[in-house]
C-alpha cells in the first residue's frame, strides 16, 4: 500500500535499491510534514520558553569524541567461519549462522558513526562523521541560544533533522534505517529539579502520542535496565501491537550534565550557567525526549489500518491525514458537474490541503480516497445544481450529510480543530 498509494518508495529502485534508505512520496511527505507541524507547534509554540535551531548534518570531528559515539556507538557483530556473512548479537537465538549454520566467532564491536571527508586535495582532506543523532548541535549551540535569547533556566531548544548510522542490520521498513529523522527536546534544568521535570516530560510525551494514535493503548512506557553511555535513567514510549510488539518510537533521557561537561572538558569553553538570582554557579542537568520522525509515521499506518467486510481503510487521525477532503463529480463526462466541482475544490485548497479526482465510478474514488486515509469526501450532484448543497462522506462510518457549499469550509474546519 506503501508504494502504490505514494506513501513510500524504495530509494534508487531503478538500480536495484539501497538497503537502509527510502523516499517519501507525495502523500508520505504530506504526512511527514503534517506531523514535524504538530510536534513544533507543540513543543515550541505552545511553551514560551523553548526555542528551535537547525543545527548542521557535518560538525567537528571532535564533537564525537567528546559525545562518547567514537568510543561507544558500536554494535557487536559475530562473523560465520564458513560464509562469512555478519550478525548482530541481539538478531541471533543460538550461536549458530542462521544462513548455513556455520560457526560463529566471538562478537566483537564495529562502530556505527557514518564516515566522510572533507576537502578536495588528497593528503589535506579531513575525516568527519555525518552525525549520529540529532542533538549534538543543541548542546554545542546552548550558550548561544541561551545569550541571543536571554533565556533563563529552565529552558528547552528543540530540533528536527535528519540523522544517519551504519546500521549493519538495516530492515523492517522505516523502522531501522541508514538515514532517518529525529525530533528532540533538550530541556536544561537545575540538577535539584532533574525527578520533576524528567517525570513531567515524560507524561507529556505520551499524552501527545495518544492524541494521534487512532488505538492509544497499543502505547506502552518501558523502562531501560540497560543504559547508554550518557544516561542514568531512561524511559521508551513503545509500540506493542504486532508485527512491531515492543518497538521504540521515542526515549526519555536522563543525561545529567554529562554532555555539557564533557563538551567542556574537550572544547575548552565553559558551558555553566550562573543564576542571576542567587549567584549559584552551575552545569544545567538534561531532559532528552527524542524521537523517530519516520517511526511514528510507520506506526501510525499500522495503527490506523482498518478492514471492514469489503471495505479497506486508514483510519488516520485528521491532522496527520495527507488530504483532509477530496472533491470529486458525480459524473467526469458532465461538464457543468465538473466545472461546479471545481469551483468547490478551489476554495477549499487555499485553507486545507484537498485532492480533485474525476477518475473512474464514484465507487471506486472512495474506495481510493479510504485507502489513503482522506478524511472526508465531497460529492458534486445534479442536486448541487439546484440547491448549491453537496454530499459530505465520512471515511471512518461510510456515512453521508448534505451542506450547503457556503458551511463547507467552516464545516471541515471545524471537524479539524
Avoid at 102 to 115: A, D, F, H, S, V
Avoid at 251 to 257: K, L, P, Q, S, V
Avoid at 306 to 318: A, I, T, Y
Wanted: aromatic share 12%; with cysteine; charged share 25%.
Amino acid at each position: 500500500l506503501c508504494k502504490r498509494r505514494g506513501f513510500v518508495y524504495p530509494n534508487s529502485e531503478i538500480y536495484g535499491g539501497n538497503q537502509g534508505f527510502y523516499d517519501f512520496g507525495p502523500l508520505g511527505v504530506e504526512m511527514k510534514n503534517n506531523l514535524k507541524r504538530l510536534w513544533w507547534k507543540w513543543m515550541t509554540v505552545d511553551h514560551e520558553n523553548i526555542v528551535g535551531i537547525d543545527g548542521a548534518i557535518i560538525t567537528h570531528p571532535k564533537v564525537w569524541e567528546a559525545s562518547g559515539h567514537v568510543k561507544n556507538f558500536s554494535d557487536p557483530l559475530s562473523e560465520c567461519k564458513k560464509c562469512h556473512h555478519r550478525f548482530k548479537q541481539d538478531d541471533l537465538a543460538e550461536n549458530r549462522c542462521p544462513d548455513c549454520g556455520g560457526e560463529l566467532t566471538e562478537p566483537r564491536n564495529y562502530n556505527i558513526l557514518m564516515q566522510t571527508q572533507l576537502g578536495v586535495i588528497e593528503g589535506e582532506k579531513i575525516n568527519a562523521y555525518l552525525r549520529g543523532e540529532a542533538c549534538q548541535t543543541i548542546y554545542l549551540n546552548f550558550k548561544n541560544v541561551l545569550q541571543t535569547n536571554r533565556l533563563k533556566i529552565p529552558f528547552g531548544i528543540c530540533q528536527i533533522g535528519k540523522a544517519f548510522r551504519n546500521e549493519v542490520t538495516p530492515g523492517n521498513f522505516l523502522f531501522r534505517q541508514r538515514e532517518f529523522e529525529q525530533w528532540d527536546l533538550q530541556w536544561f534544568c537545575h540538577p535539584s529539579e532533574m525527578e520533576k521535570w524528567f517525570d513531567y516530560w515524560k507524561n507529556e510525551r505520551m499524552l501527545w502520542y495518544q492524541g494521534l494514535f487512532t488505538h492509544p493503548d497499543n502505547l506502552v512506557f518501558y523502562r531501560h535496565e540497560k543504559l547508554a553511555h550518557y544516561a542514568e535513567k531512561a524511559f521508551d514510549i513503545q509500540y506493542s501491537a504486532s508485527p512491531f510488539d515492543g518497538s521504540e518510537i521515542e526515549g526519555i533521557h536522563w543525561r545529567g550534565d554529562w554532555d555539557l561537561s564533557r563538551h567542556s572538558e574537550y572544547s575548552g569553553q565553559d558551558l555553566g550557567y550562573t543564576d542571576q538570582g542567587t549567584g549559584e554557579k552551575y552545569t544545567p542537568n538534561i531532559v532528552e525526549t527524542s524521537g523517530g520522525v519516520d517511526r511514528t509515521f510507520l506506526f501510525l499506518l499500522l495503527d490506523a489500518y482498518c478492514e471492514e467486510n469489503d471495505r479497506v481503510f486508514l483510519k488516520l487521525n485528521p491532522k496527520v491525514a495527507p488530504y483532509k477532503a477530496a472533491v470529486f463529480p458525480l459524473l467526469a463526462n458532465k461538464e457543468e458537474l465538473v466545472k461546479k466541482a471545481r469551483e468547490v475544490f478551489l476554495s477549499l485548497k487555499s485553507e486545507i490541503t484537498v485532492s480533485f479526482d474525476d477518475r473512474g465510478n464514484i465507487g471506486k474514488r472512495y474506495y481510493s480516497q479510504d485507502e489513503i486515509g482522506t478524511p472526508w469526501c465531497v460529492t458534486i450532484d445534479y442536486q448541487t445544481l439546484e440547491d448549491n448543497t453537496v454530499t459530505v462522506r465520512d471515511r471512518d462510518t461510510a456515512k453521508q450529510q448534505r451542506l450547503p457549499i457556503d458551511n463547507l469550509l467552516k464545516h471541515l474546519l471545524n471537524l479539524l480543530k
